[in-house]
């Protein structure tokens, strides 16, 4: 794609620093790339302070063509609503790092999907005196991106589809335990009664095929008398005791009710980022252990490589403290546009459970259950397990010793007798390899809660060493609270407007000067 690379300089005496100095300021430089397609105010500005310096480089393009393609579309879903939770929750006005400890988003994630609500929402950016940028969204910015996006739209009718196809999977397998139990006991009946009425018939005058002489009528309708078309009304009076339906008991014995730790990783580094940002982006590793994936043998070495992946996401480095020990700084994550204020040194010392403010006090994972159906209903569905394998095994006998060709129902069934075999047998394997993997998983699962909980008795009441540790960390956290009043150009308002007004104010810090 063509580009038109645009560059201005402001000149010093527009005075974008908010603290006067009697030394000469360097000009402060904006490098704009006209990319067309896109909006000239919503590109990341890719800042950096050198020596005194601050530059600011905007992508930006004059207007969003008509038929354009929606930037959020090729976001992830789970990202871009994470990322429009923390922006939510920021009130409209954030740093990169405010969403990315927020949503637990990598930083780059968070960048990427800043970029793309703001280009489609008419959001813009603001640089600090500091050279920080900040993405300002209107109060309407979800319903301007519900009214351009297609796949927005449709996403909760796909969400509906995707519930009502589970639920009828899970419906569907009840049903089919009690067709099974049906057409195999049928079957025996016809087998049963066909075989007396061929006794009967001997002797008698002519001859004819062999017929089952049994008449079976069975409605489709009948087999789905049961299903309830209220579920998940249903469902949601009854969250508190969880309650289910006989036919999704069915399900729920043989295959689970799936993974209870759905989504516990998106939590995971919510937690993370948040603690970080709360303690002023310096942190020590055993106060990220408990969050972690630290095996027992490695809290009592002095082996912090777990805390890497964390250092990866939110792009931290380590540090030195005075007295050797290793402390880890997150830049971005003290960088906000928030003015909440958040814990210091002055925690240190109290109880771990006292200054945690709010935060889970370890990462818990929930063990897995075999099946979340009462012991009636577990019952009950064994012994209608039971009475389909049983009945299954006779009809198979029978079938062998038929001498003549079957006709009818009793063709059908021996066409699809395999599949019942098939049914009747996994209804029990899976279920018992099942009960092992989840014995094994959860033995896994404690293990690792047991560490996480050992780490965050360890930070209750710490020892000398840690202590100073902890200490230290609070001494060098650095929580910078970016306002308006340090915001030195908008791509807002037009770079002319802003010009004069600092000229404006720089010629009045230039009369208090003299004054003075």
């Known amino acids: 794609m063509a580009s038109i690379s645009t560059c201005f300089n402001i000149s010093p005496s527009c005075g974008f620093y908010s603290k006067p100095s009697n030394f000469p300021r360097p000009p402060i430089q904006f490098q704009t790339p006209l990319f067309s397609g896109i909006p000239w105010k919503v590109r990341e500005p890719r800042v950096s302070v050198r020596s005194g310096t601050v530059k600011a480089s905007l992508d930006v393009a004059s207007t969003i063509r008509p038929g354009g393609s929606v930037e959020s ?3 992830p879903s789970d990202v871009r609503k994470r990322a429009m939770d923390a922006v939510d929750a920021a009130g409209g006005r954030v740093t990169i790092g405010d969403v990315a400890s927020r949503a637990g988003l990598k930083l780059n994630e968070a960048q990427k999907a800043l970029q793309a609500l703001a280009s489609d929402t008419n959001g813009f950016l603001e640089v600090s005196d500091e050279g920080d940028v900040l ?3 209107p ?6 991106l519900a009214a351009k996006s297609f796949r927005i739209k449709v996403e909760p009718l796909v969400e509906k589809a995707k519930a009502t196809a589970e639920y009828l999977v899970r419906v569907s397998f009840g049903t089919a335990l009690i067709a099974s139990i049906v057409i195999v006991y049928t079957t025996i009946i016809a087998l049963l009664s066909s075989s007396r009425s061929e006794e009967d018939s001997r002797g008698r005058r002519g001859g004819r095929g062999y017929d089952s002489g049994f008449s079976f009528y069975l409605s489709p309708t009948d087999l789905f008398w049961y299903w309830d078309p209220y579920y998940y009304r249903r469902r949601r009076i009854q969250t508190d005791d969880d309650k289910m339906n006989f036919i999704e008991s069915i ?10 730790n759905q989504g516990i990783e998106e939590e995971r580094w919510k937690l993370i980022g948040q603690y970080i940002a709360s303690n002023g982006g310096v942190v020590t590793a055993e106060e990220l252990a408990p969050y972690l994936d630290v095996e027992t043998k490695v809290i009592t070495s002095n082996d912090e490589s777990y805390i890497l992946p964390v250092l990866l996401r939110f792009d931290g480095q380590p540090e030195i403290d005075e007295e050797g020990n290793i402390l880890y700084r997150f830049p971005s994550l003290q960088r906000t546009a928030s003015s909440q204020r958040s814990g210091r040194k002055e925690y240190v010392g109290r109880r771990w459970s006292d200054w945690i403010g709010g935060i889970e006090k370890f990462f818990k994972e929930r063990t897995w259950q075999f099946s979340k159906t009462s012991t009636s209903e577990r019952a009950m569905v064994i012994g209608l397990g039971g009475l389909n394998l049983f009945g299954v095994i006779i009809l198979g006998t029978m079938l062998k010793d038929i001498a003549v060709k079957p006709d009818g129902l009793i063709k059908f069934v021996g066409d699809i007798f395999p599949l ?15 009960w092992f993997l989840v014995r094994n998983r959860n033995a896994k699962i404690e293990k690792r809660n047991q560490a996480r909980q050992q780490c965050a008795r360890a930070l209750e009441l710490p020892d000398v060493s840690l ?8 001494d060098m956290a650095q929580r910078t609270v970016i306002g308006q009043d340090r915001i030195v150009y908008s791509t807002d308002r037009d770079i002319i407007e802003q010009d004069y007004e600092a000229k404006e104010w720089d010629m009045r810090i230039r009369e208090i000067e003299k004054s003075d």
């Open 251 to 260: 399900f729920s014995f043989v295959f689970g009710d799936g993974d209870p």
């Open 420 to 434: 019942l075999q098939i049914y009747a047998g996994s209804f029990f394997a899976i279920p018992l390899i099942r």
């Open 139 to 144: 109060r309407d910015y979800q319903a301007k």
């Open 467 to 474: 202590r100073r540790k902890l200490l230290s960390a609070r």
């Open 135 to 137: 993405y300002v969204f």
């Open 73 to 75: 579309d090729k976001l």
